[in-house]
């Protein structure tokens, strides 16, 4: 039996987060870092929005790399009708997670994969639901000041000691709670002739 080719496979993030989920799959990729303005359209929403930026910052990548798949996602969490960024700093967070404790969070992920040699790309939204317990200003606080999740949307870490602000968790892939839903990027990684495992 011929083994199938490999290709070149980029992550199209400076993620941490990201990169740690792509090195469980254990197979070569480069990352390399997208200059994509993230800035939400008027009127966009969630959904779009997401998708819109997985695909851009997948695209991003063609010209240094127009051989590769190239993967591209993108993360954002709504409450009711809210879409949260990453609070930046401590007061930030913590009216955050003031504003979701007891509240259903929706994590939309957006996930591209695209084929720079043929200008195909894949394309879904992977959504994760999260219910936060009722927290109080000193749980937050003790929280905030140990993890220090100022560059996380939703101000946690789920990864970390950020599970235990939750009541529940429901979903396809816990992995889309962190930003790259593994799952889903596998299947069209094996479809598209990369093997894993």
Known sequence: MTAR????LVLASTSPFRR???QRLGITFETMA???????????????????????????????????????SDQVAVC???????????NAACAQLA????????????LCLYDAASGNAL???????????????QQIDRYLKIEQPYNCAGSFKSEGLGISLFESMQGEDP???????????????????IDIP
Request: aromatic share 4%; with cysteine; charged share 20%.
């Open 5 to 8: 080719p490999r290709r070149t």
């Open 175 to 193: 992995n889309a709670l962190i930003g790259l839903p593994l799952i889903r990027l596998t299947s069209w990684l094996n479809e598209s002739g």
């Open 80 to 90: 009711g009708n809210e879409v949260l960024g990453k609070p930046g700093n401590h």
């Open 34 to 72: 997208p200059d994509v303005d993230e800035t939400r359209q008027q009127n966009e929403d969630p959904d779009a929005l997401v998708l819109r930026l997985s695909e851009a910052k997948a695209c991003a990548g063609a010209g240094e790399y127009p051989d590769a798949l190239i993967i591209g």
């Open 123 to 137: 394309l879904d939204l992977i959504p994760y639901r999260v219910t936060f317990r009722q927290l109080s200003a």
């Open 20 to 22: 740690e989920l792509m």
């Open 99 to 110: 504003r979701l404790s007891g509240q259903q969070v929706n994590f939309l992920t957006g």
